[in-house]
């Protein structure tokens, strides 16, 4: 028997010999590739960029999700907020999250700078107006 399951049933029918399990020794997960070795800190999420607190309202009638890395300015027109403010900003939460507002619902949501050029493109092109 080894931990992945029963040898002796997998070798079961191909005349081969059952190997000792001396031969398959305890393997370390940490060594194993693939292993995700974290560190023992806090991880903390957009450290150094300059971070802003948003009052948002979904108007709208439907849930609006918005993602981590989508260009705050540039969200669903149903949700009010001050877009001046989040000109360069998206939400500061962990890459590949989302905020739901239902319709109705009023948030208080942090933003922060986002990176590389700071030239996002897309969505309602409202960034285009104020370059």
């Not at 995700?36 to 009638?61: F, M, P, Q």
């Not at 540039?74 to 999250?97: H, Q």
Request: charged fraction near 25%.
């Amino acid at each position: 028997m080894t931990n992945d399951g029963d040898i002796w049933a997998a070798l079961y029918g191909s005349f081969l010999p059952v190997p000792s399990p001396h031969l398959f020794p305890l393997v370390n997960a940490l060594n194993l590739p693939g292993a995700i070795i974290a560190k023992k800190e806090r991880i903390v999420i957009n450290r150094g960029r300059d971070r802003i607190k948003l009052k948002v309202t979904n108007e709208g009638d439907r849930p609006i999700q918005v993602g981590s890395h989508y260009h705050f300015v540039e969200t669903n027109k149903a949700l009010a907020s001050d877009r001046v403010k989040a000109i360069y900003k998206r939400l500061d939460i962990p890459a590949g999250t989302a905020v739901r507002f239902e319709p109705g619902d009023t948030k208080s949501v942090m933003l922060c700078s986002i990176g590389g050029r700071k030239c996002p493109e897309g969505g309602h092109w409202c960034t285009t107006l104020v370059e």
